[in-house]
């Protein structure tokens, strides 16, 4: 088993199709993005715990710091040892932390679910996440942003399926969960549903890890020119080092960009089932039904994934700098009215949470292409890696900001909209900063550039 898992059993041979790789991707990417469904029993977990909003939020934020740190440690490994083995120990770190924090529900014990859904998770989280973007990238050499969106709009899709398929089995598991507003399913319904999904998942990474190839070397596709990849000044043909991109202020231009971006999407995003509920309460009720607003996490997930495909794939015609300037600045705009009118119709909320959430998508999907724009394919994978210690970061502030707010106001599932705006306001903020930073970024400097011998051999065709 462990021969056919590296990376030489993996080199796709004469006539392969790269269109047969999406579909591999998607597999590990549809999985792994359950971690944006949490919301849907999040309020199970307050009640099972006794614990408050921000105490169960610390969940997903050791999950995404453990994202961010495995990415960027074992990014290099990924790139050696190929997709293959990568994703085959995705699955197995992904399952095996929805089992231990099954156990830790039943038997109400906290700190077992931070392990497991958070550490042992978040580890399979960040190996999952890098090893078909690094491959599909390398595939795509001439549409690198369609590639990337391709590879991660499944990430961000993940919880279309995993909301709706939650709240089905949480009503079968426990007969008094009806999905309705005030309805709170046991622990013990959540702890059978985090050991069906780890089943489930498992065998949906396995498809994507043993149907995957990596490119030939010096791989092209039929009729490109690579002479014409350097389309603007900020395309290079050039190869930085993962080593050397970290010493750019590029590198870090970007960090900020990505942690502006990601905190203010994750704003929404970790609190989604709750914040359209409290946005349209009057009193003691609320217009949005636990159902609906099990829907509408579904549908920000649809928006995400659209977002990640869409807007990524634009940035192939319009460029990586500008299409940030559209996330960053007019996402700013966007949360400045979310903030201040998003109350007074339903519809308006929904357009406007979409929009937002389809922008954090295009900028996740983006990232990977901005990184080989500016330092070359030579190791983008472990770059990547690197920069998504953004995202870890992120993953602690967006939920501390919006929970630590929330949880100043009063009780949960008591709160009107009035109380998410400091917290949306203070996104807005985030997003001017991160679209500063992104006007500030320039061509890499050439004393960062790796010696011309390092130059790729010459392209071989393939279908």
């Given at each position: 088993m462990a021969s056919?898992?590296?990376?030489?059993?993996?080199?796709?041979?004469?006539?392969?199709?790269?269109?047969?790789?999406?579909?591999?991707?998607?597999?590990?990417?549809?999985?792994?993005?359950?971690?944006?469904?949490?919301?849907?029993?999040?309020?199970?977990?307050?009640?099972?715990?006794?614990?408050?909003?921000?105490?169960?939020?610390?969940?997903?934020?050791?999950?995404?710091?453990?994202?961010?740190?495995?990415?960027?440690?074992?990014?290099?490994?990924?790139?050696?040892?190929?997709?293959?083995?990568?994703?085959?120990?995705?699955?197995?770190?992904?399952?095996?932390?929805?089992?231990?924090?099954?156990?830790g529900i039943s038997t109400t014990q906290l700190w077992l679910v931070y392990l497991g859904y958070g550490v042992l998770g978040g580890i399979g989280l960040g190996i999952g996440y890098i090893s078909p973007v690094s491959t599909l990238i390398k595939w795509f050499p001439d549409r690198p942003g369609l590639a990337t969106g391709m590879a991660i709009m499944g990430f961000g899709g993940g919880a279309l399926i995993a909301s709706p398929l939650s709240n089905q089995l949480l009503r079968a598991y426990d007969s008094n969960f009806d999905g309705t507003a005030g309805s709170v399913a046991s622990g013990s319904a959540v702890a059978q549903l985090f050991v069906t999904l780890g089943i489930v998942y498992f065998i949906a990474m396995m498809y994507g890890a043993f149907?995957?190839?990596?490119?030939?070397?010096?791989?092209?596709?039929?009729?490109?020119?690579?002479?014409?990849?350097?389309?603007?000044?900020?395309?290079?043909?050039?190869?930085?080092?993962?080593?050397?991109?970290?010493?750019?202020?590029?590198?870090?231009?970007?960090?900020?960009?990505l942690f502006c971006n990601v905190t203010a999407g994750i704003g929404i995003l970790e609190q989604a089932a709750p914040m359209i509920q409290d946005f349209f309460r009057d009193g003691s009720t609320t217009a949005i039904s636990a159902v609906a607003?099990?829907?509408?996490?579904?549908?920000?997930?649809?928006?995400?994934?659209?977002?990640?495909?869409?807007?990524?794939?634009?940035?192939?015609?319009?460029?990586?700098?500008?299409?940030?300037?559209?996330?960053?600045?007019?996402g700013a705009v966007l949360y400045v009215l979310l903030a201040l009118v998003g109350q007074t119709a339903t519809a308006l909320f929904v357009l406007l949470a979409l929009v937002i959430i389809s922008f954090y998508g295009g900028g996740f999907a983006t990232m990977p292409a901005y990184l080989r724009d500016l330092f070359g394919t030579y190791e983008v994978g472990a770059i990547h890696g690197r920069v998504l210690t953004a995202w870890s970061a992120a993953g602690v502030a967006g939920p501390l900001i919006v929970n630590g707010f929330l949880d100043a106001q009063g009780t949960p599932g008591e709160l009107v909209a009035a109380d998410y705006r400091p917290a949306l306001l203070?996104?807005?903020?985030?997003?001017?900063?991160g679209f500063v930073a992104n006007l500030l970024i320039?061509?890499?400097?050439?004393?960062?550039?790796?010696?011309?011998?390092?130059?790729?051999?010459?392209?071989?065709?393939?279908?």
């Amino acid at each position: 088993m462990a021969s056919f898992l590296d990376r030489s059993r993996t080199v796709a041979g004469p006539g392969y199709s790269r269109w047969l790789i999406p579909p591999a991707a998607l597999a590990v990417h549809l999985s792994i993005g359950q971690v944006y469904a949490t919301s849907v029993y999040k309020s199970s977990l307050v009640e099972t715990f006794g614990s408050s909003l921000t105490s169960i939020g610390v969940i997903f934020s050791i999950a995404i710091v453990m994202l961010g740190l495995s990415a960027a440690v074992l990014g290099k490994w990924v790139d050696h040892g190929g997709p293959r083995k990568a994703m085959f120990t995705a699955a197995c770190f992904w399952a095996a932390g929805f089992l231990v924090a099954a156990l830790g529900i039943s038997t109400t014990q906290l700190w077992l679910v931070y392990l497991g859904y958070g550490v042992l998770g978040g580890i399979g989280l960040g190996i999952g996440y890098i090893s078909p973007v690094s491959t599909l990238i390398k595939w795509f050499p001439d549409r690198p942003g369609l590639a990337t969106g391709m590879a991660i709009m499944g990430f961000g899709g993940g919880a279309l399926i995993a909301s709706p398929l939650s709240n089905q089995l949480l009503r079968a598991y426990d007969s008094n969960f009806d999905g309705t507003a005030g309805s709170v399913a046991s622990g013990s319904a959540v702890a059978q549903l985090f050991v069906t999904l780890g089943i489930v998942y498992f065998i949906a990474m396995m498809y994507g890890a043993f149907t995957i190839r990596v490119a030939p070397p010096g791989y092209a596709p039929p009729g490109w020119d690579p002479s014409t990849k350097k389309q603007s000044a900020l395309v290079t043909t050039a190869s930085v080092s993962a080593n050397n991109a970290v010493k750019t202020p590029q590198f870090w231009l970007l960090w900020v960009l990505l942690f502006c971006n990601v905190t203010a999407g994750i704003g929404i995003l970790e609190q989604a089932a709750p914040m359209i509920q409290d946005f349209f309460r009057d009193g003691s009720t609320t217009a949005i039904s636990a159902v609906a607003a099990g829907g509408f996490v579904g549908l920000l997930s649809l928006g995400n994934m659209a977002g990640r495909f869409v807007w990524s794939s634009t940035s192939d015609v319009i460029g990586r700098k500008r299409i940030y300037m559209v996330y960053l600045g007019v996402g700013a705009v966007l949360y400045v009215l979310l903030a201040l009118v998003g109350q007074t119709a339903t519809a308006l909320f929904v357009l406007l949470a979409l929009v937002i959430i389809s922008f954090y998508g295009g900028g996740f999907a983006t990232m990977p292409a901005y990184l080989r724009d500016l330092f070359g394919t030579y190791e983008v994978g472990a770059i990547h890696g690197r920069v998504l210690t953004a995202w870890s970061a992120a993953g602690v502030a967006g939920p501390l900001i919006v929970n630590g707010f929330l949880d100043a106001q009063g009780t949960p599932g008591e709160l009107v909209a009035a109380d998410y705006r400091p917290a949306l306001l203070t996104m807005v903020v985030l997003l001017v900063i991160g679209f500063v930073a992104n006007l500030l970024i320039k061509p890499v400097a050439e004393r960062f550039h790796e010696p011309s011998d390092q130059a790729a051999p010459a392209p071989a065709a393939a279908r």
